[in-house]
């Protein structure tokens, strides 16, 4: 009988330390198959942040380079200097990305560099025990907002995509969600999408994913994608920001 579902062979074939329900592994499937289709394994080099998917460096057959809270871009940036026919790639949490990380990103991406970051949004500090993030929603609760975000103190929910959309340099910019198999379909073209955009040597390339943390958000996985699309999407849009012109 012919197989119509295998493991992507850049995805390792190893138990992942993620929560059950948690999204992020639906994240790292979606990459692993752009990978395999790309055919770009043998010269992708990713590069881990801090956060729950400090392990990633152990769930990909690619090379992969561990970075320091946030400065995920800046390492990127050397990697592809140095290494111009790699393809190199970013993957990173909201606390990593939009709170420590908000200058590297912000400069990668004015810079222009050629790299494809995968920003994973799940509105809160997963590893850490639940925290607020800097895109946790205003009225969320969190172990340090256990009133519920408030807005005056706190500032409103950062939305990246938007933001890194108004800059000059960056290619390609879109939001897509992993809450539902449609959405899911619409990550894995948006995903794909990014790493050609470097593959084809035009440039920065960021796609925000909103993903879950049933375990930090108090709820059973299925609730925790039912509160992604009534609560996420309504605030943080799906879509392409950014899209390359043809002849650019
Ligand atoms: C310089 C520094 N500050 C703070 C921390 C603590 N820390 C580790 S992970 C983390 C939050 C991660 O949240 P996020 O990036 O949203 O990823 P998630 O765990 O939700 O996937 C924090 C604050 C650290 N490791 N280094
Ligand atoms: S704490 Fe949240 S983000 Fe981290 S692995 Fe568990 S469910 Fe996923």
Redesign the pocket.
């Known amino acids: 009988m012919k197989p119509v579902f295998t493991r992507p062979r850049s995805l390792a074939d190893v138990t992942t330390h993620y929560c059950p329900g948690c999204t992020?592994g639906i994240i790292h499937r979606l990459i692993a198959e752009a990978i395999d289709e790309l055919d770009i394994a043998e010269r992708t080099i990713g590069v881990a942040?801090?956060?729950?998917?400090v392990l990633a460096y152990n769930y990909f057959n690619v090379d992969f380079q561990e970075a320091?809270?946030g400065r995920a871009p800046a390492v990127a940036t050397g990697i592809k200097r140095a290494l111009p026919d790699s393809v190199v790639f970013t993957y990173?949490?909201?606390?990593?990305l939009a709170s420590?990380g908000t200058a590297e990103i912000v400069h990668a991406a004015n810079r222009g560099e050629a790299i494809t970051v995968i920003y994973?949004n799940?509105a809160?500090?997963?590893?850490?025990g639940g925290?607020m993030?800097p895109t946790t929603l205003a009225g969320q609760k969190t172990t340090t907002s256990p009133y519920g975000r408030d807005v005056k103190l706190c500032g409103y929910p950062i939305r990246m995509a938007e933001l890194l959309s108004t800059l000059v340099a960056p290619r390609y910019i879109a939001r897509v969600a992993v809450n539902s198999p449609a959405h899911v379909q619409q990550a894995k073209r948006a995903i794909k999408r990014a790493f050609e955009v470097q593959v084809n040597d035009r440039g920065f390339a960021l796609v925000e994913v909103l993903s879950t943390?049933p375990t930090n958000w108090g709820l059973p996985p299925k609730k925790a994608l039912e509160w992604l699309e009534e609560n996420m999407i309504p605030y943080y849009p799906l879509g392409e920001f950014k899209v390359p012109k043809e002849a650019e």
């Open positions: 992020h942040p801090v956060g729950c998917s320091a809270h990173q949490g909201d606390g990593d420590i994973v799940n809160i500090y997963g590893m850490t925290q993030a943390c």
